[in-house]
């Protein structure tokens, strides 16, 4: 199970304290509903619940019960004072990892969330397969989606909550079936051209750690250099080509056993989109929802290109990245090719507001541009000169 809060960001922009009350009131609620179901909190990242469940069935009544007891509590609170959650399920195999839970089934549930209504809850196929008959709410088939980075199609359904406001229901169904209503008024619209580009497959092998080669002979001064700046916002690694930078991070991954994600930049990512969309997708491959309201608010803002302002989707990933429990390493490898004084700016918004759990890497043939002079100076920023 995944959960959101639905406008989030935008009141935390508008009014921090409120949204803060509201997420910690929002957080106990949860809270005190999960046990009930046998529900295991696997992480929160800003406003958003990762949880497991052993049964299906036992997912889709926490769901609902959290959607109702948010309902009956925002019947007596005013319109800003409400809290309304996205609520999304699916079932799948997945891998654990110390406290982490990973796979296949936690990519396609992350990816799901954003289908959900506000108010609603959205599941899979497989979870719609597995409470049919046994649950005591209609099912409606909303049809298959193909979701971001997911190779095939996926079926969705969405659960029929007693207190929703008519939506030209289909016809009637069976309490747990499902109907072949795969058509509705309240579906997302389609995207835009633009919308698409952000939202296209990602290239997973830009987003590979390299793996440290058996034959090279450390550099142990410089690897010690990498990890005694990690306490910094950027190190940047500069040297000319065949120098073996990406190299040098490599072997300091596979030393230090970080948490690192990567991505390797070419010509093409001076498209401003999709720059941020590989950085997200990074993040990503440690976090499957972290970036996604970052990502959403930059789809949406696609739209109408000329108002694009990088901070409005830059702030909630900042936020997102500051609730974070643990350090992260993100690395831009070839940094030189970018030549989008946008893409600077972004970065150098980002270097400004970066929360502690957050160190960013560049690798580069040069020192940042003079074009860029927002970005960190050296003298401000580790640099580690690979030789």
């Known amino acids: 199970m995944f959960t959101d809060m639905v406008g989030y960001s935008a009141l935390a922009q508008k009014n921090e304290a409120l949204a803060l009350e509201l997420l910690e009131e ?52 005013s319109p800003d004072r409400r809290i309304i959650l996205r609520i999304d399920l699916h ?10 839970v990973q796979g296949d089934g936690v990519n396609i549930a992350a990816r799901l969330e954003p289908l959900a209504q506000p108010g609603g809850i959205c599941i899979s196929e497989d979870v719609a397969r597995q409470i049919r008959n046994k649950f005591d709410l209609p099912l409606i088939r909303v049809g298959k989606r193909q979701l971001k980075n997911i190779e095939l199609p996926v079926s969705i359904y969405r659960v029929s ?5 008519s939506r030209s229901a289909p016809a009637p169904t069976l309490p747990g079936r499902m109907t072949d209503d795969e058509v509705r008024s309240d579906l997302p619209a389609q995207p ?16 590979y750690v390299p793996r ?9 001064r410089l690897i010690e250099r990498l990890s005694g700046g990690t306490n910094r916002r950027l190190t ?28 390797s930049l070419d010509e093409s990512d001076n498209n401003l989109s999709r720059f941020w969309a590989y950085f997200i997708g990074a993040l990503q491959t440690l976090r499957p929802v972290l970036g996604e309201n970052a990502r959403i608010v930059m789809n949406a803002q696609m739209r109408q290109p000329h108002r694009l302002r990088q901070e409005s989707f830059l702030t909630p990933l900042v936020n ?67 030789r």
């Not at 079932?91 to 982490?100: E, N, T, Y």
């Not at 000319?240 to 948490?259: D, M, N």
């Open 26 to 77: 929002h957080r106990g609620l949860v809270r005190g509903i999960l046990p009930r179901h046998y529900g295991r909190e696997i992480e929160t990242a800003g406003d958003a619940f990762f949880v497991e469940f052993d049964s299906a069935l036992e997912a889709v009544r926490c769901g609902v019960e959290i959607q109702r007891s948010l309902h009956e509590r925002n019947q007596s609170n």
């Open 91 to 100: 079932l799948g195999d997945v891998v654990h990892s110390g406290a982490h």
């Open 161 to 165: 909550l007693p207190w929703e406001e």
């Open 192 to 207: 835009s051209s633009r919308e698409r580009e952000v939202a296209m497959p990602l290239l997973e092998t830009k987003l």
């Open 212 to 220: 440290a080669r058996p034959d090279i002979v450390p550099r142990q």
């Open 236 to 263: 940047l690694i500069s040297a000319p080509a065949g120098f073996g930078k990406t190299t040098l991070l490599a072997e300091w991954i596979r030393q230090s056993g970080r948490r690192v994600c990567w991505v």
């Open 320 to 386: 997102e990245i500051a609730a974070l429990k643990e350090n992260i390493e993100l690395v831009l490898d070839d940094y030189h090719i970018i030549t989008n004084p946008a893409i600077h700016e972004g970065i150098a918004f980002l270097l400004d507001h970066l929360p502690p759990q957050m160190h960013l890497l560049m690798t580069s043939r040069t020192d940042p541009p003079s074009s860029a002079p927002s970005l960190p100076r050296p003298q401000s920023t580790q640099r580690a000169a690979s």
